[in-house]
């Protein structure tokens, strides 16, 4: 049975609680896996410096807020599916519409997780 019309409300994170350590490790895992699967080699290497600088910046900020335990379960878990990973990211990449310099202009500038949580704080 299907219902066309329905309409789903989400409540961000209504169910886990606001940086429960159930959110903190997806939200630090599933950040590893979107990177895996789904970027192009070469953005993957332009990238990876800054990706890896940012994602212990994450780490940090992670054991600083007293979630550090949920964000190094998450990057420990990472070996544990990447056979997986790597199986979908080739499917995904034989898929690839758009060339990877297309890729690359669709990122959008960030800011670093250091500049954030200091804003955040009222600090500039």
Do not use: C
């Not at 630090?28 to 800054?50: C, D």
């Not at 900020?61 to 080739?90: E, F, I, N």
């Amino acid at each position: 049975m299907t219902a066309p019309g329905a309409v789903v409300y989400h409540i961000h994170s209504a169910t886990s609680g606001e940086w429960s350590p159930f959110k903190v490790f997806h939200t630090h895992r599933n950040k590893w896996y979107v990177i895996i699967k789904n970027w192009p080699t070469a953005v993957l290497i332009r990238y990876l410096p800054k990706v890896l600088f940012y994602d212990v910046a994450a780490l940090i900020l992670a054991v600083m807020r007293g979630q550090g335990v949920s964000a190094l379960k998450a990057r420990l878990d990472l070996p544990r599916h990447m056979p997986t990973l790597l199986r979908k990211r080739k499917k995904i990449q034989g898929g690839q519409k758009l060339s990877d310099e297309q890729v690359m202009n669709l990122f959008s500038p960030y800011e670093s997780p250091i500049r954030t949580f200091m804003r955040k704080k009222g600090r500039k």
